[in-house]
């Protein structure tokens, strides 16, 4: 696994994130209700001897660009071992939610250049970042929406990949799920997960951070 | 994997259960935030194409005695195909929390006879089920409110072998935990965990079960 | 336009009915912020001589078989001189957010039967009677759930042509709709609309008895 | 009809305007329960594909004297190519229920010069402008706030001829649903209606602007 | 003066009598705000050593209907010494405010017939009896709502003459204020008065039973 | 009448003239439940021809050390033609139910100083001024409280007469109710009257100013 | 000290004894805030060996007419060893308070009776009994309503002296206060105190049963 | 008794002291529900005559390190005759409830150091300084957090005795109640106790200034 021992974890996003978490930032019971609480908890149980610190800073509606108005003071000033950003989703949504309000779309131009931008600072000053995909939990490929969000999704796989971050698919990870699910089952909306939804992101993120599922309680293998 | 296609689990318990669950059962969004929860998140996420349902009917603050008065509404009258119980810390700590009004303690000989009552009753009409123990956070054997749990723990491990019922030893999970992480951390009274410990007991429970954490996303293994 | 002088409508059907209605009967204020509300506003600019009176009974949740439950209670006994009804969208939605419990879906056949049995039997006591059609906001006729919508549409239709009721086909409204505005502006889970979608259902009810809309104010042609 | 594709069409005025919207700008559901939330309905569903934005900074109690206060602010910063505005109602009121304060009283030649000039100042910079009358929902001419509610009728009537605006003569709508309906059905104080006589006002605005009630559903003709 | 030392006086009618009193009655700082209070504080104030006991059974809402069906409970099983009763308000409004509804309509006839029958009824039980006649703040007597208060005005006087109560000719009061000053100052639905009113009201009941506004503090004269 | 047509009458003092006011200034509705309500609802029926505006600025907890921080903004920026102050009894009460904090304490000296300070600015530029003693709801004039209320109320009868402003001697008017009634039916701390009380002190203002209480209602003699 | 090992304490009586106590029954924190709760405390800490058992059923606004009502229910139900009864303010205070209503008062020959009653009643079937004097927290004995108080006390301690319950003196504590703190120190309203006057009733009762101060931490003397 | 008359006494601490006390200044009935507030109650009715003054400046979740942030406003500038402090549990307990946080962990060097200066500081302003010591529910000392508490309260110990401050070993009166009762019994987490601890806290206090528990009622020996 690849947080070592004693090593902060720092989850940045939108609501999906955020899920309720405190204010100014969520730690232990204030982690929000979502994948963050999730992957602490797993963390712990599974590497109790690592004790890991986990972090949340996640803001409802936040867009790439509201994001990086506040990167300074919600990512780096807390000088995280580990950051991972699921973001992108309201990027596309405001196009879709509120069609005739231009001033809140951010379109993929923009969207690339600033999450390139967070990363490019941020992956020197970091032991490891990832960069988790935005989801739409939709299974048809050609639903308007959840193209445009596949696109997004694109983007910050590339992104990764150009600056060396891990890439969480989520995506990919939902599809899996819809492959058996109704969409209705596991979100109202189809962005707003429960707690069926959390767990696949959570697990989208461990994966990609090289978890180990078979370890036996205590944290021995 | 024994918990089946299309299965009804249905967990009954104390306030650990019950965690904030809808009235008059739990399920989906009602299931509460403890173990119940992150079990049904992790059957949906590892086997998604079982459609297992989960339902919780804990309610907070019961002992055996009071778990035998709704046994028939909040159990039976269900029809689970499997039922998961974790009862009996209320049953010692009125001992301790309210020494001087000896009417709400259990004492074991009326903890056996009653769990056993109600396992009998129910291993002929369901497909299987767990008797988790009962837990206190404590890693010393001899403090004194520790050393009574672990005399109940014990009498459910009796009642489970007696009857063929799954044992899961929640206890023993959390003593993994405790060699690495201080009581305090786990929970304020010893008794209610937080997020971490909900998550211990859902291992517990999930290994009991025979859950298989190596299975692919999408339940392919 | 069909509705008379001084005659009595009653709107009945689901939580798009509703609306917020006040209880045990909507009227004026009290009618909920749907279409209900939309039609009295409607009715009574365009025809105040007419002075019609407008109820509402709608209940959040209903499918067709708990309708079934109060008709004699909220429909027959208000003695109404028109009835409309829209229902069937919960009968499908639990098929789809609520997979792992069939005591909640409603199939087609006793969505058929109940409205039938519900239509013949108020026909004979009223001047007249409207059947809505459910929708789903969805453009997509291949997506699994607009599908489904789109088959108990048709029970709809099919009902209303058998007993000389009339269709109003709501669905077709919002289609029109569709065709220059994103699902995601209508409604956030495609199926509760707010202001936007409300009106859609009124123009297609009202449309369906006749409404003139090149009425001058006051009432006067 | 005068309102063009994409255009965005600002609301502004007193209570009646303002109806409960949302802050600092009312728009979509946060228009409030008034006359723009109709407006807003109807204008989507006659022509979707026009796809028009509307806006609110209605304020309770705003007189024209408060709405110059705020008129850079809450119009021209906004850039709408539409204005419509409503007031002068408290400008009177405040005469007949405060009449011991005189400090709140608008009276006609700062109401006339006070409209004049915001109407002077919007008009070049916007594509149109519409000044809807204030109205009192009472019948009676010679009722004495009526007959001063008319002489500012007058004022906003003849503003908008001098400078080219719109005018919606809102009182002769209400005038002509009182011949058929009470006053006290339509409103409980004769100012503040509820959805009927929002809808009125708003079937005021939209005949104003030339709005088509014989459109077909999706916008054809 | 005609109430006399140690006697009880109960108040009884709509909301202008209940506003805001205690259940199941109302007394002392429990008589709500409205005329009854001001009643108990001039009486205590200008004739301390008679120690007299104010109660107050209002109810919002009431016409004489329903005020005749809990007469008995709320007036009779009290014993009170005096009984002054102010009802007929709603009677008339529900004509005007719910015109569709003629369910909630109490008309000429039923009124007298239910207050004389009331009055008839109670006269030999008490000591003294005094009819309120409602009010509407509306200075012209042709105002076609004034019109028909003003009917059911002289059907009370009509009632307290031909059983010999006294009668309270509110409207009256009301009226020599409406000559200095505007309705809209004393109400906003001319309907329920504020302090200012309520102070009217109390001053026509006062003058009724012989009120001594003359008497110095202390209660000499 | 000493108070003239169209004049200002603006009461300041502690939290029985406070009485649950508006901020920042009570008025109307806003008055608060207490003798300022009181003098405005008598005030404007016996004299409604007048059309005198009453203000309110009491503050609960008021004495006259805080009083004079607040005079200019809350008295003199009113510009008020009558000022009427009631204050002293936190001055006082302070001594008995703080005895430890000497802090809040306002002894004679300070009281006497401040007070005439006070008047001696406000008469200049007002019409009129009334001083209102503070009052005990204590009958006998040995109780240690009440003894220290009549030197107070001294102060404020010495520094009435010695800069010419009318005195309302509220004690006295307390004393004629306290021959006929218990303490404790008028206040249950002896210092916050109910509406008995504030009757009670409303009568010994407007007595003070020359208030006729055998005009005929309309205001003619 | 008289109360023994394991034994059980009933305190019952009105609002001095509820204090805000849990319902039904209070014990532990939900003793309120008065003085069983300093009792409790007290008892536990000087006696920690004894294991006594508190528990609280005073009812807010008793009088002994209540108080007999739910005796069976509130006292002898509960089988306690020890009961402790604080009774008659109530009694008292309604003939000031409302002295308009007798239906309140309970004079001496009832109080005296009831009282005399339920001891007779309870002496039989407890180990022992206190009767706590009522009291008014008034230093002169010639006021009123403290007069009527000491009346009661004295039948309280007859009463106690003729069945041979112990009696505690509460009235001649708070003297003891009173020759040192003024009334309004203790209580705004000279009957319900704050903490001061609440162990002031805690040590009459405690040197009413022989409570040794002088014992040292863990019990040992 | 080393407090003499008319002397203040400053408590200030963590959430124990807290209690729930009054901003910014507890006093008298804001002094929350703690040891001060028994302290209080105990004082006044054993020494009344001595009119002892009792403020609360206590702030939940304190360390020391947080205690001198605040020191000069809510200790020195009230200028007491005496001041105790109570502090350390949670510098202690962050270390086992918050292991992964180490910037809220004040380990021994810096509690010694702090708590020296403050003492420093303080003893030559005030006439006596207590330092009580903290406390841990929990009998056994090895225990990992008691044994950590024991080593601050050994720091309290020396600090006193170096400074000539008063030491209140808080610690061995709960100890003495250990020897009876269970932890359960008086605190839920072994830190906050409810009433039973909050009187151990007080005596502790008490007996360190010298409190003579056999005075007489009224304070005479």
Redesign the interface.
Known sequence: MRIKD?ETLLFIGDSITDAGRARPVG???G?G?GYP??V???L??FY??K???VLNTGVSGDTVRRLADRWQQDVLDHAPDWVSVMIGINDV?RQ??????PSCHVYPEEFRATLERLTADTIPRVRGMALMSPFFIEP?R????RAQVDAYRTIVAETARKYGALFADTQ??F???L???????LA??RVHP???G???AA??FL?AVGFD??RA???SK
């Open positions: 004693n730690e232990g019971r982690l209700n609480l999730f602490d908890a797993l712990t149980n109790p001897e004790r890991i610190r949504w879709f939610d509120h069609p005739l309000d048809r050609d639903d308007a929406m990919s990870y599809d899996a799920m492959a058996h699910l109704p969409s209705e089952y109202g909306d429960g707690h069926l959390h767990m696949t697990r989208a994966d599922w078979s309680p205590g944290g």
